[in-house]
């Protein structure tokens, strides 16, 4: 029997978890390591900020998954990876062999120097997703004492975006740092005016500097400050660390280089997935998007591998559908070049999510 290990329950895993659950591994014992008790969907955490969700609406329990896949779940971290060894080192000091390993263990917020000694705002990322619910509950006091409560969101990506958009409102101040490259980057022309056009209406303020953290909150770079309650760094994500020591090849930024059938270059016995990733055939953005829809291939993939069959590449589609919500119950789209906008895209982007999440077992 060959021991199959998948590091970390991201989309990806979940969503091929579901596909050994249709149709179970031969002779396999899978087993699936990951710290959290659930796996939350980032599609909908900006509605849960915004009030339109409870938090178990946001999230999938892991365990029923794994269960229906017949596998069992290990609740640890990973903290080191040993390819050369085939063994993952977990955070209770565990150390777990494996014949085949997948990873999908996402990204993490990039941490920010502090210019200042000592801080007095609650400064926290978006990423990992559980921490980010449980420390914005725990900022709730603090805003809610603010006589003018000031949150600023640093990061002009769609993520940084759409929770600046779900929290403005309520009497709070929200300030977006953009950086130099302005709101949404990487999207169309049309696109990113409508977004704009969202931020105003939501009376989010932008700024296109790049900023530092300082004592009670963020300085820009032509030296402004804007003192915060709050700040939520959204600012992209960075590989976790261990996997630049795993032995694996990886990227300059960390992240594991793989081919099209999201196998490790440099080691066989090795797939990565999702954010934790980088194509060496293309560039792939990180999205949710990709790394659900590179499940069911991984699915194929990893099965292939334990049986000595063939692999096959995962191809995403020319355009992928972005869903973004404007925090009043409203949504920008956009396909390709195609941008749409309104409370029907919202009630659509909440079918989709809604559908996402009830796909999986609850227990
Ligand atoms: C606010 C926000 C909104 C977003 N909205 C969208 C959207 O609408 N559409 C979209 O396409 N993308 C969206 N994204 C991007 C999306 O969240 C990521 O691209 C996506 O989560 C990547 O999925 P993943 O499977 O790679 O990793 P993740 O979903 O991050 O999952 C990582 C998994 O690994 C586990 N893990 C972490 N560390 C370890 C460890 N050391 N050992 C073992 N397990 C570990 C975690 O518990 C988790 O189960 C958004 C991002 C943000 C921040």
């Given at each position: 029997m060959k021991r199959l290990v998948l590091l970390g329950a991201g989309h990806a895993h979940l969503v091929a978890l579901r596909e050994f659950a249709r149709q179970r591994l031969p002779d396999t014992e899978l087993i699936v390591v990951t710290p959290s008790p659930w796996q939350y969907y980032s599609g909908m955490i900006p509605g849960w900020v915004a009030g339109y969700y409870t938090l178990d609406q946001c999230r999938v329990p892991v365990a029923p998954t794994v269960r229906a896949a017949g596998g069992s779940l290990v609740l640890d971290r990973a903290v080191e990876l040993v390819a050369a060894n085939r063994e993952v080192v977990l955070a209770s000091g565990t150390r777990l062999t494996y014949d085949l390993l997948s990873i999908d263990v996402g990204s993490m917020s990039e941490g920010l120097t502090v210019?200042?000694?000592?801080?007095s705002t609650g400064v926290f990322g978006v990423k990992p997703m559980d921490e980010l619910a449980r420390q914005w509950l725990a900022a709730g006091p603090r805003l809610a004492a603010a006589d003018k409560p000031t949150v600023t969101v640093l990061g002009g990506g769609a993520g940084g975006v759409e929770l600046a958009l779900a929290i403005a409102g309520e009497g709070r101040r929200v300030v977006l740092?953009?950086?130099?490259?302005?709101?949404?980057?990487?999207?169309g022309r049309r696109f990113r005016r409508r977004v704009g056009c969202a931020l105003m209406k939501r009376d989010v303020g932008v700024v296109d500097e790049y900023a530092e953290l300082v004592r009670d909150g963020i300085r820009v770079a032509s030296g402004r400050q804007y003192p915060s309650d709050v700040v939520l760094i959204a600012t992209g994500g960075v590989a976790l660390p261990f996997l630049r020591d795993s032995g694996l090849a990886v990227d300059d930024d960390g992240f594991v280089l793989v081919d099209a059938c999201h196998q490790s270059q440099s080691t066989p016995n090795v797939f990565a997935v999702g954010d934790a990733c980088s194509r060496v055939d293309r560039r792939l953005d990180r999205s949710g998007v990709h790394a659900v829809r590179a499940g069911p291939v991984l699915a194929r993939n990893l099965a292939s591998a334990l049986a000595g069959q063939p692999l096959k590449p995962f191809y995403p589609r020319r355009f992928s559908l972005y869903l973004l919500a404007t925090g009043d119950r409203a949504a920008i789209g956009s396909y390709g070049p195609v941008t749409f906008s309104g409370s029907w895209v919202w009630k659509w982007k909440d079918r989709i999510d809604r559908g996402f999440v009830e796909g999986f077992p609850k227990q």
């Open positions: 210019g200042g000694a000592g801080l740092v953009a950086g130099a490259k302005g709101i949404v980057p990487g999207f």
